[in-house]
C-alpha cells in the first residue's frame, strides 16, 4: 500500500512569502524564495519544496527547519547539507576526460 501525501501541508511560495518579512518592512518577493529551493540556496542551505501542479510549493515545517539551519550556518556551523566543491569548468573538464576516456577503451 502506497504512502498518501498530505497536500494540505504545502503552502505555494507566492502565497507564503507575503508572510515572511523582508528588508525595510516589506514581505519577502517570492522569487527569494524559489532561489532559496535551489542550490545552493542560502548558505548552502536548500529550502526543501515540491512541485505541485505548476507551483513550488513548501510546508511550514520545511520553512522552519530552513530558517533554523540558515541561522546556525551563519553562526559559524556547517551545512547540514554538501555544497558543491567543484566549479564549472572543472565539472565540464571531468566530463570531457570521462567522454575521452570511454572512447579511448571502445565503449
Not at 20 to 47: D, E
Not at 87 to 96: D, G, M, P, T
Amino acid at each position: 500500500m502506497q504512502a498518501q501525501i498530505d497536500l494540505s501541508q504545502y503552502v505555494p511560495i507566492k502565497t507564503l512569502s507575503k508572510e515572511i518579512p523582508g528588508q525595510k518592512g516589506q514581505s519577502l518577493h517570492w522569487m527569494t524564495l524559489g532561489r532559496w529551493c535551489r542550490p545552493p540556496g542560502l548558505r548552502g542551505v536548500v529550502l526543501e519544496s515540491a512541485m505541485i501542479g505548476n507551483q513550488r510549493c513548501v510546508t511550514r515545517e520545511a520553512l522552519t527547519k530552513f530558517i533554523e539551519a540558515v541561522t546556525r550556518a551563519a553562526d559559524g556551523e556547517r551545512p547540514l547539507q554538501a555544497i558543491a566543491t567543484r566549479s564549472r569548468r572543472e565539472k565540464n573538464k571531468a566530463v570531457r576526460d570521462s567522454i575521452a576516456e570511454l572512447a579511448a577503451s571502445g565503449a
